[in-house]
């Protein structure tokens, strides 16, 4: 399974930080999860929400009101948009999926796009 | 939420010694119904995406070297690399996935002394 993030580099504060993830080798609306997470420069990991092959969404409670993802079957991709973004959204963004495990919730993240910068600035 | 504590932040070991990371959580990530502890380590190097090395507490991933091993359960848990390499020179983290609402460690940067 391979990922790539895309999307701009650069959001004016206030705005909407909208990123794609493209996936490749593996069908996104077969049994893995798939999600986001970023990490601020210098700082460390934070999962932002997850969206199962099914079409159900998880978000990290922090972020639940300006965060949406969504899938497009279609082109094998899954998006994030994060609305009324401020300085503190600054961050490496990384697309990432799993095996769901047997309790049918999400495993570890084993696949990781490379990741992609977006910084908030006006 | 659970909250994942690592210690120390840092550590540097010289080449071939043992470095020992703990990661504690803030209520048990062991599903009692099979056993298993919800938590995974990752490896981290500079510009690079995380690398999963070991889930289920103690499962090493696919072409992990086994000086990575793995070990604790219910709340404590423990990465440790028995021979330090200068490849292993990384931030290391761990993640709970017991709950929906997955989270991190702070992270633990491991150095060459």
């Known amino acids: 399974v391979q990922l790539q993030e895309s999307g701009p580099g650069l959001v004016k504060p206030s705005e909407t930080l909208s990123l794609t993830c493209t996936v490749s080798g593996y069908s996104i609306s077969s049994g893995y999860f798939w999600g986001w997470l970023r990490q601020p420069p210098g700082k460390g990991l934070e999962w932002i929400g997850t969206i199962y092959h099914g079409g159900s969404t998880y978000y990290n409670p922090s972020l639940k009101s300006r965060v949406t993802i969504s899938m497009d079957t279609s082109k094998n991709q899954f998006s994030l948009k994060v609305i009324s973004v401020t300085a503190a959204d600054t961050a490496v963004y990384y697309c990432a999926t799993g095996v769901m495990t047997l309790a049918a919730s999400p495993g570890p993240f084993n696949f990781w796009g490379q990741g992609t910068l977006v910084t908030v600035s006006s | 939420d659970i909250v994942m504590t690592q210690s120390p932040d840092s550590l540097a070991v010289s080449l071939g010694e043992r470095a020992t990371i703990n990661c504690k959580s803030s209520?048990?990530?062991?599903?009692?119904?099979?056993?298993?502890?919800?938590l995974a380590w990752y490896q981290q190097k500079p510009g690079q995406p995380p690398k999963l090395l070991i889930y289920?507490?103690?499962t090493r991933e696919s072409g992990v070297p086994d000086r990575f091993s793995g070990s604790g359960s219910g709340t404590d848990f423990t990465l440790t690399i028995s021979s330090l390499q200068a490849e292993d020179v990384a931030l290391y983290y761990c993640q709970q996935y017991y709950t929906t609402a997955s989270g991190f460690g702070q992270g633990t940067r491991v150095e060459i002394k």
């Open positions: 289920w507490a103690s």
């Open positions: 209520q048990t990530i062991l599903y009692s119904s099979s056993n298993k502890n919800y």
